[in-house]
């Protein structure tokens, strides 16, 4: 049986259910009337744009949590600043920081990776994987696009880059990779165009002005009258979510300040660990369990 969710209280601890799964949808705070907004990322990518200080961060950090307790999902980290996704860096399989080399090796990992899962998927005559699949889901967060695509290395490794993630925005959904990727601007210069269009989920965090707003929702929502510009500044983490052929909404994103954000990592490491360790039990005894997706929520 997997670990369960516990509640620390003086008298020990108390189970509080099952672990999260990726299948779950995602808590990324609430909408303008309050109520909790919670959307599904298995076979979706997301997109996180704004001008600093608008709940980018915060966004990322809310699906990596959730994410981190999912015990049927890996989480691969990419960020050039190292400390907006650093917390989780135990929960990771794979963290990478301000270096273009590595980044570009682990995308091809990743890649071929998916390659031979499209090849069981061909054998087994089906479309898409399935919580009851042994293999798991990946989560792929990247933190400041701009960083690996348009800024650090060679002119070749930035375009390196841009094209293997495009093919794994573009391919990975089907067998289990969810591209999460978050950027100040994501003009083409940063992301191109052919890429940012992959992109099913879309947050627009405050812009500074209606053309920075449209590049992350998409053209033509600022002349009917959605646009990120009329978000107040004093309002941190207020911004429009849009999905693949849908309309915006104004969402308020969830805020994980660092101390919760290391407590939910450790916990979440803690719970990784022990999972592994009854999975390595099970493989020894000739009896790997498989993962089990939780029930839908009330």
């Known amino acids: ?9 003086a008298s020990g601890t108390v189970p509080v259910g099952p672990t999260l799964s990726i299948f779950d949808p995602v808590h990324i ?7 909790p907004k919670r959307v599904p990322l298995i076979y979706r990518n997301m997109l996180i744009g704004g001008e600093p200080g608008s709940g980018k961060s915060g966004l990322l950090n809310a699906v990596v949590a959730h994410a981190a307790l999912s015990l049927d ?27 273009i080399a590595a980044a570009l090796a682990l995308l ?12 069981y998927l061909e054998d087994c005559d089906r479309r898409k994987i399935t919580p009851q699949d042994v293999f798991t889901a990946y989560l792929v967060a990247i933190d400041e696009i701009a960083y690996f695509s348009a800024t650090v290395g060679s002119k070749q490794q930035r375009e390196e880059f841009s094209v293997l993630l495009r093919d794994l925005v573009a391919r990975g959904r089907a067998v289990g990779l969810i591209v999460v990727a978050a950027t100040q601007r994501p003009s083409s210069d940063i992301i191109p ?15 500074t002005n209606d053309s920075s707003s449209d590049i992350v929702l998409g053209h033509g929502w600022a002349n009917k009258g959605w646009s990120a510009n009329i978000v107040s500044p004093n309002n941190p983490g207020a911004g429009l979510l849009i999905a693949e052929n849908g ?21 979440a490491a803690e719970l990784r660990a022990a ?23 009330a």
């Open 1 to 9: 049986m997997a670990p369960v969710l516990v509640a620390h209280t």
């Open 29 to 35: 705070g609430i909408d303008e009337f309050g109520q």
């Open 73 to 99: 999902c890996r989480l691969c980290l990419l960020d050039g600043k190292r400390v907006e996704l650093g917390q989780w860096r135990k929960c990771a399989d794979a963290f990478v920081g301000p270096d």
């Open 108 to 119: 091809k990992r990743l890649q071929q990776m998916m390659d031979k899962r499209y090849d």
């Open 193 to 207: 165009t052919s890429l940012r269009d992959l992109f099913a989920w879309r947050f627009a965090g405050r812009c």
């Open 247 to 267: 309309a915006p909404e104004l969402v308020k994103v969830a805020y994980l300040d660092d101390h919760t954000c290391a407590a939910i990592a450790a916990y």
């Open 275 to 297: 999972y592994a360790a009854e999975l390595r039990a099970a493989v020894a005894a000739g009896d790997r369990p498989a993962l089990r997706s939780v029930p839908d929520a």
